[in-house]
């Protein structure tokens, strides 16, 4: 007899014995009730003989027994609760029972139960839902432990303002509410190629015929389900069926804020494909990044330098639909959560990390593809998720052109909220493309005053966007206030000729321009231009830089500074950062002795980080052989060393990472002969190399 069958068995003696129990209470109501005890032995015993004959094949049976079981114990308890039984529930109880051979139907009458009113679950369920809770309850890094105190109404403010609707990302959407479906279906796949109908046929030539489907390993067809479960774009039947070649996503750091660290990872035989393509670009030959992405033609750096080779032969079809290929393929290599955190604005991306900033690249390019197809809530909605990634920085300098996008998409209300978010006035101030729009947006949601004052305000801060804007407009006469008024050397010439050349549009209406007028000419005071220097110190002028390298504006970039323009060397990395933090090297083998060491002030700046890093994971880390746990005020112990690693959510192989590089750059200040104490070789002792620290923190 099977073990289920015998708890079974147990189960039935046990409802027998208070069946009796209750039939004796209930003797003087019915004279049915020592029949009903009568059959539940019978039907006990029935049940024990059905089991011994079919032994532990008949599993499937025993599945359906069990249903029938929870089914009894439910209408028992509606029996015992009601003792006279409808007809009409009679015969339900026959339906459930269906496809099982029921010796004595009776007893489901008498069967007693929790409750009726409750749902029910089978054992398994039970269990596995009282895991579910105690997990959640009792786990040291569980969500609900995660935040030791609140979050601040400004961080809230912040998650709300940066809040991602996956549903926007997608073009086709806007598409659809714009022009309905039919657009769609007559277009076909005219949401990505801006309007042209892609042709499958042997007309397809050039890059576009190159990197079809057709023409890569695999064939096409990808799995209808992978297609649409993307929260970045949804794939497309003519692309190549491959996988993803060894991209991946894990958590490098949850922080106490509340945000979620992420990266993108590189396993090795992706390596190997980044290699030929670095190797690619230094043959400065097209034919060869072709040919590189027929072969792996989901590899992110590929997809992204031949989308601008096809970009510069002003075919815009088929670099559009290289980008979304791009984005489809980091949006199913991203981890399980960040889907999630990205949607409440919570997910983060460092920009120092080279896997990272190809999606920066890519989202970047893929808004300005939006904008030829005047698909602006999404675009808008894409600038939204790259400023989302790292709001303190904002690397790209997103700020500078989400206005424009807001405004476009009609989306004035999210704008407002973004641009007068605590947390964002704080870090950005209120740059002057922000200002001007700001009374635009309100103008649009029909608050005239309010226009009017942020307006006036912004007029009175920078006179000259105001002036700019006016003759752009062709605006005759200029206000007196702001007649004449002009920036003060190439870096405000920059900001302002980037503002107005991009915004003239959205002013470019009656109503805007009689409001820009008005309140220019009712401005009795204006600050003088000098006055905003120490506000423009706020931008990073690289950063900027790397904006208009972006914006692929001739006119603009002539602007910048000829030092800044001098390092810009590679479309696939516009202007890195100097803390680049890459993984690993993209030379060869043989060149790799010495990665990243030839620089004194890297190797310093990169030190001091990475002992910054291990002071705020680890207090005493440092401190020596006196160190001191504050928390437990006794010496710490190895114990200590794994909770606080554990406890911070920083990744076990960013943490092998992270020390094998310190003990790299220890040995490379000591050659250099630099004052620093050995202070990290409590670290190097207590993980040994990255191997160690894995294992120990398993």
Known sequence: MSSRA?????????????????????????????????????????????????????????????????????????????????????????????????????????TPSSSSSMPQFDEIDRALRSLSLNTSQSKPGGASNQLTKPLSKEIQQLFSVLSIDTQHLHASNEM??????????????????????????????????????????????????????????????????????????????????????????????????QRQFESCVASMDPNRMVQLLQYNPYHISTLLQVSEIAKQERDHATSGDLLERALFSLGRSVHSSFSQNLSQGKARLDFRRPENREFWLAAW??????????????????????????????????????????????????????AESDYLRKRWGIPPNIAMTLGLAYSQLNQPEKARSKLSLAIQEYPWVAAGLCQELDINPIPQPIWGRQPLGDYQTLLCELYVTKAKDIWNTPEATSLLVEVASSCTSVISVGSTTSWLLKFDKIKVARHVILTDD?????????????????????????????SYTTEHPGNQARRNLSNPDEILR??????????????????????????????PTE????????????????????????????????????????????????????????????
């Open 606 to 635: 990169e030190y001091a980080t990475l002992q910054s890093f291990f002071r705020g994971l680890i207090p005493w880390l440092f401190e020596g052989e006196g160190a001191i746990n504050p928390e437990t005020g006794a010496p």
């Open 6 to 110: 015998l708890r079974r068995a147990q189960r039935e003696l046990e409802e027998r014995q208070q069946l009796e129990k209750l039939s004796h209470q209930e003797a003087d109501e019915s004279d049915d009730e020592p029949i009903a005890a009568s059959s539940n032995k019978v039907s006990a015993f029935a049940l024990l003989g059905a089991d011994d004959e079919e032994g532990d094949d008949g599993e499937q049976d025993v599945i359906e027994s069990d249903k029938a079981d929870s089914d009894e114990e439910q209408m028992a308890e509606s029996a015992r609760l009601q003792p006279q039984t409808s007809k009409a529930s009679k015969r339900k109880k026959k339906k459930k029972g269906k496809g099982r051979k029921d010796p004595e139907p009776k007893l489901k009458q008498k």
């Open 365 to 418: 390019r893929y808004i300005s593809n939006l904008g030829m197809r005047a698909t602006w809530r999404t675009a808008f909605e894409w600038a939204k998720l790259v400023l989302s990634l790292d709001p303190d920085e904002d690397p790209y300098c997103v700020r500078l052109v989400i206005d424009q996008l807001a405004m476009r998409g009609r989306q004035p209300q999210q704008f407002i909220d973004l």
């Open 554 to 582: 001739r006119a603009l970039i002539s602007l910048l500074d000829h030092r800044i323009t001098a390092q810009y060397t590679s479309t696939s990395d516009p202007l890195p950062p100097k803390d680049n933090l890459p």
């Open 176 to 273: 659809r509410r714009l022009f309905g479906r039919a657009a769609l279906e007559g277009s076909g796949e005219a949401e990505a190629t801006g309007g042209r109908r892609r042709g499958r046929g042997p007309q397809q030539v050039g890059i576009a015929g190159a990197v079809a489907g057709r023409n890569a390993p695999g064939g096409r067809n990808l799995a209808s389900l992978g297609l649409r479960r993307n929260i970045f774009i949804q794939g497309k039947e003519e692309w190549p069926r491959a996988t993803s070649g060894g991209l991946g996503m894990e958590i490098v750091e949850k922080k106490k804020d509340g945000t979620v660290e992420y990266r993108f990872v590189h396993n090795g035989t992706y390596q190997d494909v």
């Open 639 to 698: 114990e200590d060393f794994e909770r606080r690693i554990a406890e911070s959510g920083v990744s076990p192989n960013t943490i092998a990472e992270r020390t094998a590089r310190l003990q790299e750059l220890r040995h490379a200040v000591q050659e250099l002969e630099v004052g620093f104490e050995d202070d990290e070789e409590q670290l190097g002792d207590f993980y040994g190399d990255g191997t160690d620290s894995h294992d120990s923190h398993e």
